[in-house]
């Protein structure tokens, strides 16, 4: 059974994220959506809002599971027997970043590989953040989110 670990902030999940999401889930048998606790980057929701969101928006997915972690992603990775990461690549901008990342994981645990999803074009300028300020700024963030997303955050930022 090839199972992958999904890793990432998702803060908030976008329509890119879940375009990756989908596709993994037609390659892998079962594909492990984990939010980062530990990332570096400053919350805007909370891991179990992210966590939550992702779940309404992958309930479509039935070989996905939705989790978050602490630690290293290699290491979470192992737990659950994964030997795959995914991760979505939209520009070449994204591409020195993620080969950092891919390779330091190789350099902490060869046996799991990193598989890059080219995410389709008409979502390659999405971001978490442009979501974040557009949203604050009272913009429309239909383009952006999957609808059970954009749903909770207008409610909650009362837009
Ligand atoms: N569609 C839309 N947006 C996308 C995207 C896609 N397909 N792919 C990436 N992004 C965007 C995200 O929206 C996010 O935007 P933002 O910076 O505006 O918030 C950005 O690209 C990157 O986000 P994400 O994919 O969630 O990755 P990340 O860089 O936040 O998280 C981890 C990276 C969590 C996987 C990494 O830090 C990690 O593994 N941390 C655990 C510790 C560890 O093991 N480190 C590695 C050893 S050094």
Redesign the pocket.
């Known amino acids: 059974m090839k199972i992958a670990i999904y890793?990432?902030?998702?803060?908030p999940i976008?329509k890119?994220?879940l375009?990756?999401l989908e596709t993994g889930a037609e390659i892998f048998d079962k594909v492990i959506i984990a939010v980062?606790r530990?990332?570096e980057?400053h919350g805007f929701l909370t891991i179990e809002e992210r966590v939550d969101l992702i779940r309404q928006s992958c309930a479509h997915l039935k070989n996905v599971e939705v989790d978050s972690f602490n630690g290293?992603?290699?290491d979470y990775a192992q737990q659950k027997g994964a030997t795959i990461l995914l991760r979505?690549l939209?520009a070449v901008s994204?591409f020195e970043y993620e080969m950092q990342?891919s390779q330091?994981?190789s350099a902490?645990n060869h046996n799991i590989k990193t598989v890059f999803l080219i995410?389709k074009p008409k979502?390659n300028f999405?971001?978490?953040?442009?979501v974040r300020e557009i949203l604050l700024n009272g913009g429309d963030i239909t383009k952006f989110v999957p609808e059970e997303v954009k749903i909770y955050l207008e409610k909650k930022y009362k837009c």
């Open positions: 890793p990432g902030s998702f803060d976008t890119g994220h375009d990756v980062a530990n990332s980057k290293l992603t290699i979505g939209r994204d990342l330091n994981n902490l995410t979502y999405i971001s978490s953040s442009s």
